[in-house]
């Protein structure tokens, strides 16, 4: 079965400071890749996606960057975080065809300063 | 523009009473429909989808929802709510080689 990871579960950054989120998945081979971003009493917000290595798409023009470097794995990044960068951060992944079930990993709770 | 509309913020419900949360949704075509529940800290878990078919469609922990075309709606539904359904519900719609867009959510509280 598929399963979805994400770490840190939680970081507190300075403003200032680089961010590093990493996303992997497993149990299944070129699957898309999405990183959201959930604020305080709002709904999802999609940032990123990517449909293979190498490959992203933004969403919103942000302070945010991501990469893929592996067939599973996807990263958040940024060099200098903002405090309007605070929130819950979810990964999530779907199959590359037939539909757009997308499944989400736990999340990662980001709390600049 | 795609968009999705879950009108209520809260609801409030006594524990064994019934539920239905709303979503409507504005799209171009039939779009795939997903319902998603979100515990305090956790990731989004998928409840149910619809894709064709039966309109009414099971999901898990007892949900239902039910889509009408003319109404562009799909709420979901449970008969008896329980304490452990506390939690926030999202809609979402999409349609292949489209992203999907979530609702706002609604954040379901249960009394005991």
């Known amino acids: 079965s598929q399963t979805i990871h994400q770490w840190p579960a939680t970081l507190v950054q300075p403003v200032g400071s680089p961010l590093s989120l990493e996303c992997t998945v497993e149990?299944?081979?070129?699957?898309?890749l999405y990183w959201y971003r959930q604020a305080a009493g709002r709904g999802l917000q999609l940032l990123f996606y990517?449909?293979?290595?190498?490959?992203i798409s933004s969403e919103v023009p942000q302070n945010l960057s991501a990469s893929r470097p592996q067939d599973r794995q996807f990263i958040l990044s940024s060099k200098k975080l903002l405090l309007s960068d605070s929130g819950f951060y979810l990964c999530?992944?779907?199959?590359?065809?037939?539909?757009?079930?997308?499944?989400f990993g736990p999340g990662t709770r980001l709390l600049v300063l | 523009a795609q968009s999705v509309t879950q009108p209520d913020i809260h609801i409030t419900v006594s524990e064994g009473a019934s539920l239905e949360l709303r979503c409507n949704y504005s799209y171009g075509a039939t779009p795939y429909l997903f319902w998603y529940v979100q515990s305090p800290g956790q990731g989004l878990q998928l409840l149910l989808k619809y894709f064709s078919g039966d309109t009414l469609v099971q999901g898990i922990k007892g949900f239902e929802a039910e889509f009408k075309r003319s109404q562009s709606s799909f709420n979901l539904r449970k008969p008896s709510v329980h304490w452990s359904d506390a939690a926030e519900y999202f809609c979402a719609v999409g349609r292949y080689g489209n992203k999907l867009v979530f609702g706002a959510g609604t954040i379901l509280r249960v009394k005991s």
């Open positions: 149990g299944t081979s070129n699957p898309n």
């Open positions: 990517s449909v293979g290595i190498g490959q």
């Open positions: 999530a992944w779907s199959v590359s065809r037939d539909e757009e079930t997308q499944y």
